[in-house]
């Protein structure tokens, strides 16, 4: 018998979390998230998304990237990189962000955790160590290094996640305002919590080196076992994110890296995240290009609809006339909203179009027969769904 | 003064939510409540300190998406939250467990019965074509057959058409189907007797109907017929128990300028030259007002707080003969632990659901036939739910609440009336039975609270208890319900209306009946229509 796996190349990483999350995963419905196997849910989407509206739930970041960068240069460095100013972000803060190429269009977007004077953490969904090593070109004191698999990470996001925190006996950490960090000692290592997450609702990362992930596993899962703890998937997060207006990669924006088209990818602007873009700072990448852009105005701008009917207008495109002859945009993403009970989308539309009438054509199938329906779209300046408990500090217990 | 424009008597859930479409289209509304609370059957309250009970309705399949939507109840503050998995418990170690997982469901149905594997797909779909067509006509109101008004005769005509999109043979199916009974429909499909038992339940619920007896498959439908989220059939709990439904409606009201007042019991509607022009309240105050509607059963209505005298005749008669029988009761108990079941594996996503109580489709009929005599079973049905396994709002962390639906309950007893002893002995043997599949379940048991038909009506109103505001027989549904000649809201003394569960389309915490008495209102005050169309119509 051979001993050695001839498979062992196209096999997928396991997270630290992967024992136990192998174990609830009652469906073995798995997909990949950067090499790493990943649950697309572990007993039913819906179930999931509404144990994160509902009570709290677990998601485990591990295979996001993430990224040390250190040394006396590394807030000039990242300031040089993304958009934002870094040199706002107080120690112990968490700031979102978004970094583009020379033209202005997204590389990707991400969380810069300012963990020090000289130490920040960077998160993002797809690997970005060569982009680092050129935005780190010229500056002399920087050191950036991959933490990927160093670093396990798991989200705790829904109303009772504070009161199964202070169960854990993280005391104090209802003191946590959004995008706090705290830092506290998990059998005498260091457990960083930050007050963040993608679903738009009150919510927690927890960050531990990996071979501790398990006892962090078991001791959570047991401090929520009488408030309603249980693992999401990739199906529930893409449901509560797009409830909070979030991006994804693939879906609202295609890194600018990886686009091959002519402006086939996004700028900021375009992604209506203009207020990530600070100009009063010293330069940084797509600098002047964004300048321009401000100028002359996004071609496109990211809209948040609330659809007519309770069909789901994937991949539908948007138009500015109920006749369907002029069409001004596409629909990114799309689904009929559980909790707000809103037939929602998000949708890239033609920035002179945005504000005028809007119409969805969509497609969909009954009983392996064809239809499709041209529905009203109504603009949405709030996020679908914002409840007081994901700003309020100290958060209710349920 | 006390003016309005509308006074709507109840703060049931149908009474807000005729109240709030009624103040969207810029009426002067008022709700008068006699308690001093709001929500009617659809309520919650800390009866024991740290637990919230769903006092009455438990649960909810038929709250129209279109009206939740249309008046912003998510921002008013409800999330109803899909539950998964029935257990029913059969006799001795006999379990049938529904998975949420259609797979799995299919092994489960298969472990009893092969044949009957199969047949719950032809089952469900024969259901499914039955309930759809059902669903389009829930929040349109329902023409008078013997008027020849050009919109009762469209709407005659929109109906035969949706009627005749079954094709010939489900029509004679269909037409069979509102008459039989549950058991003998389910005969069609099903051989084995836990499967049988377990479908048949929904039939009986809330009714004075025997599985065997002639109109209960219609019941059946009307409690699968309900969706969450466009799930046909599933059912969900409000996020904070049923109150959180009508507050929420409450606070639609308010945000639109209406205006709820509570201890304010209407003890009788003002009626001059024919005319309701308002009420007069048990502590003597009056308001006037353009219109009444009112929230209670249509038996309460006309006997309680009309005067015969100004009501046509024959109306009286009709309204004491309104078939309203009390045939539920209701246990909600809290305990200190999550029951565990025998038979039932330790799977959360199973034990959390529901818990259907009930032996065979024998002990459902024996059930009801003690309730004919005026005595419960020693062996009732009980449909079970523990919300607090889903909902961290409605009982302390660890400890739990259960909520156990009585199926059947007399409204009066052979040997006299109710008295808190026999109440006492009606809820001992709900836990009885409990404790035959649960061993140690008394021992959980932190504080009952147990409803009979009796406490039902003296709390809430409805008449004999009866949870739909009347029975849910054809020669009450539809543009029958509550009276033929009167399916369209209006009642029969001019300015008079009504709105809740007593008419079309009956029981259930659907919102429907306010809505559509709403739209009828606003079309006879000649106000533009604040009501929505179901957003089903491309089922």
């Given at each position: 018998m ?9 096999r997928?990483?396991?997270?630290p979390?992967?024992?136990?999350q ?7 419905a798995?997909?990949?998230w950067?090499?790493?196997q990943?649950?697309?849910?572990y ?5 999931e998304y509404?144990?994160?509206r ?24 990242l ?5 934002r ?8 803060r968490?700031a979102?962000c978004?970094?583009c190429?020379?033209a202005?269009r ?5 969380t ?8 920040f953490?960077?998160t993002?969904?797809s690997?970005?160590?060569a ?5 780190a ?9 991959d ?10 996001q ?16 209802e003191?946590?305002k959004p ?17 963040t ?5 009150l919510?927690?990362?927890?960050w531990i080196?990996?071979?501790?992930a398990?006892e ?9 076992e ?6 999401y998937?990739e199906?529930a997060?893409n ?7 979030f991006i994804?990669?693939g ?5 600018a ?16 995240l203009?207020?990530l873009?600070?100009f ?9 290009a964004l ?7 996004p071609?496109?701008?990211?809209t ?6 309770n ?6 495109r948007?138009?500015?006339n109920?006749?369907?002859?002029k069409?001004?945009g ?9 909790a ?10 033609e ?18 027969r064809?239809?499709s329906?041209v529905v ?8 679908f769904w914002?409840?007081?408990r994901?700003?309020?500090?100290p958060?209710?217990?349920c | 003064?006390n003016?309005y ?7 049931g ?7 709030a ?8 509304v ?7 609370y ?10 024991h ?8 309705s438990?649960?909810?399949s038929?709250m129209?998406q279109?009206?939740?939507?249309d008046?912003?109840l ?9 539950y998964l998995?029935?257990v029913?418990?059969g006799?001795?170690?006999?379990r ?9 469901a ?5 472990r009893?019965s ?6 719950m797909?032809?089952?469900q779909?024969?259901?499914s074509?039955?309930?759809q067509?059902?669903?389009?006509t ?6 008078d ?5 050009p919109?009762d005769?469209?709407e005659?005509?929109?109906l035969?058409?949706q009627?005749?999109s ?12 509102f008459?039989?009974?549950?058991a ?5 499909y099903f051989?084995n007797?836990l499967?049988k038992?377990a ?9 004075a109907?025997?599985?065997y ?18 799930a046909?059939?599933a ?6 128990g ?6 929420a409606i409450?606070?639609a ?5 209406g205006?709820?007042r509570?201890?304010?019991?209407v003890?009788?509607?003002l009626?001059?030259n ?17 219109i009444v509607?009112?929230n209670?059963?249509a ?9 015969r ?5 024959g ?13 539920s009761?209701k246990?909600?108990?809290a305990?200190s ?8 594996p ?8 529901g ?5 065979t489709l024998?002990?459902l009929e ?7 005599r005026?005595r419960?079973?020693?062996?009732p ?9 889903w909902?961290?709002?409605v ?5 739990h ?13 052979v ?7 026999r109440?006492?002995?009606f809820?001992?043997t709900?836990i009885?039975k ?7 379940f008394?021992?959980l048991?932190?504080?009952?609270e147990?409803r ?6 003296q709390e809430?109103g ?9 029975e ?11 009276f033929?000649?009167?399916?369209q809201y209006?009642?029969p003394?001019?300015n ?5 569960s ?12 306010g ?11 000649r106000?533009?229509?604040s009501?929505p169309?179901?957003?089903?119509h491309?089922?």
């Amino acid at each position: 018998m051979n001993a050695i796996d001839p498979y062992a190349g196209e096999r997928l990483k396991t997270s630290p979390f992967h024992p136990r999350q192998r174990a609830l995963n009652v469906r073995d419905a798995w997909t990949s998230w950067n090499g790493y196997q990943f649950a697309l849910h572990y007993y039913d989407a819906e179930y999931e998304y509404f144990c994160i509206r509902n009570a709290c739930a677990t998601y485990d970041i591990s295979p996001m990237q993430k990224y040390e960068i250190r040394g006396r240069d590394a807030e000039a460095m990242l300031n040089r990189m993304v958009t934002r100013d870094v040199a706002k972000i107080k120690p112990n803060r968490v700031a979102y962000c978004v970094w583009c190429t020379d033209a202005g269009r997204v590389i990707d977007d991400g969380t810069i955790f300012k963990l020090a004077g000289d130490r920040f953490m960077l998160t993002c969904g797809s690997p970005c160590a060569a982009w680092l090593e050129k935005s780190a070109f010229g500056f002399a004191e920087v050191q950036v290094t991959d933490l990927s698999d160093a670093l396990a990470a798991l989200s705790l996001q829904g109303p009772t996640s504070g009161a199964v925190l202070k169960k854990l006996g993280l005391n104090g950490v209802e003191n946590a305002k959004p995008f706090d960090i705290q830092h506290f000692s998990f059998h005498c290592h260091e457990l960083r919590v930050s007050r963040t997450g993608f679903t738009g609702d009150l919510g927690y990362e927890l960050w531990i080196q990996p071979d501790l992930a398990l006892e962090l596993w078991d001791e959570l899962y047991a401090a929520g076992e009488h408030h309603g703890i249980h693992p999401y998937g990739e199906a529930a997060t893409n449901m509560a994110r797009l409830e909070a207006g979030f991006i994804m990669p693939g879906m609202e924006f295609n890194e600018a890296l990886k686009t091959v088209r002519f402006e086939h990818d996004q700028t900021p602007f375009e992604l209506n995240l203009g207020w990530l873009v600070d100009f009063s700072k010293p330069h940084f990448s797509g600098r002047r290009a964004l300048l321009a852009e401000q100028e002359r105005g996004p071609r496109y701008t990211l809209t948040k609809l609330d659809i007519e009917g309770n069909r789901p207008a994937e991949d539908a495109r948007i138009y500015a006339n109920k006749r369907c002859t002029k069409e001004v945009g596409y629909v990114t993403s799309a689904m009929w909203s559980p909790a707000v009970k809103a037939n929602i989308a998000l949708a890239m539309i033609e920035t002179e179009h945005a504000q005028g009438e809007l119409w969805a054509e969509i497609h969909y199938e009954k009983e392996l027969r064809q239809y499709s329906r041209v529905v009203r779209c109504q603009r949405k300046d709030q996020p679908f769904w914002a409840p007081a408990r994901a700003k309020a500090t100290p958060p209710p217990d349920c | 003064m006390n003016a309005y424009d509308a006074i709507v008597i109840g703060a049931g859930h149908n009474g807000l939510t005729n109240a709030a479409y009624l103040a969207k289209a810029g009426l002067k509304v008022i709700v008068l409540e006699k308690n001093d609370y709001i929500g009617g059957a659809a309520v919650s309250r800390e009866v024991h300190e740290g637990w919230i009970y769903s006092n009455c309705s438990y649960v909810c399949s038929m709250m129209r998406q279109a009206i939740h939507r249309d008046l912003d109840l998510s921002r008013h503050g409800l999330l109803l939250v899909p539950y998964l998995g029935t257990v029913n418990f059969g006799q001795g170690e006999e379990r049938l467990l529904s998975y949420h997982d259609e797979e799995a469901a299919y092994l489960e149905l298969k472990r009893h019965s092969p044949h009957d594997a199969d047949a719950m797909h032809r089952f469900q779909a024969d259901l499914s074509r039955y309930a759809q067509l059902i669903r389009k006509t829930l929040m349109r109101t329902p023409p008078d057959p013997a008027s020849f008004r050009p919109r009762d005769l469209m709407e005659l005509l929109h109906l035969a058409k949706q009627f005749w999109s079954l094709g010939e043979r489900e029509i004679y199916e269909y037409i069979r189907f509102f008459t039989m009974s549950a058991a003998e429909y389910l005969e069609d499909y099903f051989e084995n007797d836990l499967i049988k038992a377990a479908m048949a339940t929904p039939g009986i619920i809330g009714t004075a109907l025997g599985v065997y007896s002639p109109g209960s498959a219609y019941v059946l439908l009307h409690h699968v017929m309900g969706d969450v989220d466009g799930a046909i059939g599933a059912w969900g709990l409000a996020r904070g128990g049923m109150g959180a439904i009508s507050n929420a409606i409450a606070g639609a009201v308010t945000e639109h300028g209406g205006e709820i007042r509570i201890c304010a019991g209407v003890e009788r509607v003002l009626v001059e030259n024919r005319r309701a022009v308002g009420v007069a309240l048990e502590n003597g105050d009056e308001f006037r007002s353009r219109i009444v509607v009112s929230n209670l059963d249509a038996r309460r209505t006309f006997t309680r707080i009309m005067d015969r005298r100004d009501l046509p005749e024959g109306i009286y008669e009709k309204a004491r003969n309104f078939k309203i029988r009390g045939s539920s009761g209701k246990v909600n108990i809290a305990l200190s632990g999550l029951p565990k079941f025998t038979g039932v594996p330790d799977n959360p996503h199973l034990n959390r659901g529901g818990q259907a109580f009930i032996g065979t489709l024998e002990t459902l009929e024996r059930a009801y036939d003690c309730w004919k005599r005026g005595r419960w079973s020693g062996d009732p049905f009980v449909e079970s739910v523990i919300p607090s396994a889903w909902d961290p709002t409605v009982a302390p962390p660890g400890k739990h609440w259960m909520s156990n639906f009585v199926q059947y309950c007399p409204p009066q007893l052979v040997e006299g009336p109710w008295t808190p002893k026999r109440r006492e002995q009606f809820g001992q043997t709900v836990i009885d039975k409990i404790e035959r599949y649960s061993p140690g379940f008394k021992d959980l048991i932190v504080h009952m609270e147990v409803r009979t038909p009796h406490e039902i009506e003296q709390e809430i109103g409805l008449t004999e208890g009866n949870i739909f505001q009347g029975e849910l027989t054809l020669d009450q549904l539809f543009f029958n319900r509550p009276f033929p000649g009167y399916g369209q809201y209006r009642m029969p003394v001019k300015n008079l209306y009504m709105c809740g569960s007593s008419t079309h389309p009956g029981g259930g915490v659907s919102a429907v009946c306010g809505a559509n008495a709403a739209r009828e209102i606003l079309k006879d005050l000649r106000c533009p229509n604040s009501v929505p169309e179901d957003d089903f119509h491309d089922e």
